[in-house]
């Protein structure tokens, strides 16, 4: 979603209160695939909710919708309790104002069929 700003269409951020949907990719040191849906479906979340870990909230906080960004995860960027470095590139596709209901509610992914795509997978 963009907004208008002095007649110019600006991409929204991430920020508290609204939902984002992103496809990433996460490798180990050893250079494994641990996970990958960058050319998949893309996950949802509502930002600062506490649905995904508050540390990874942090790197997303104030990405705009097309960004992309690369970033590691251990104990040395401050994520206690890793036995490992992760790499992981995030690519955000939408950005959006959550509803007082999901605000209220939590995220339901059946009302997202524009981000979950045909099968409704998020």
Do not use: W
Not at 34 to 56: A, C, F, K, M, V
């Amino acid at each position: 979603m963009q907004t208008l700003k002095n007649q110019e269409l600006v991409p929204m951020k991430i920020e508290d209160k609204t939902v984002v949907s992103i496809r990433y990719k996460m490798e180990n040191s050893k250079g494994e695939i641990l996970e990958d849906i960058l050319d998949g479906l893309p996950i949802n979340y509502l930002h600062g909710h506490g649905t995904i870990l508050p540390s990874l909230e942090a790197e997303l906080k104030g990405l705009n919708e097309g960004d992309e960004k690369q970033f590691f995860l251990s104990k040395e960027t401050g994520f206690e309790g890793l036995d490992d470095e992760f790499h992981i590139r995030v690519i955000v596709d939408k950005v959006r104002y959550a509803s007082e209901e999901e605000l209220e509610k939590g995220l339901n992914p059946l009302m997202l069929d524009d981000y979950c795509g045909p099968k409704g997978c998020c």
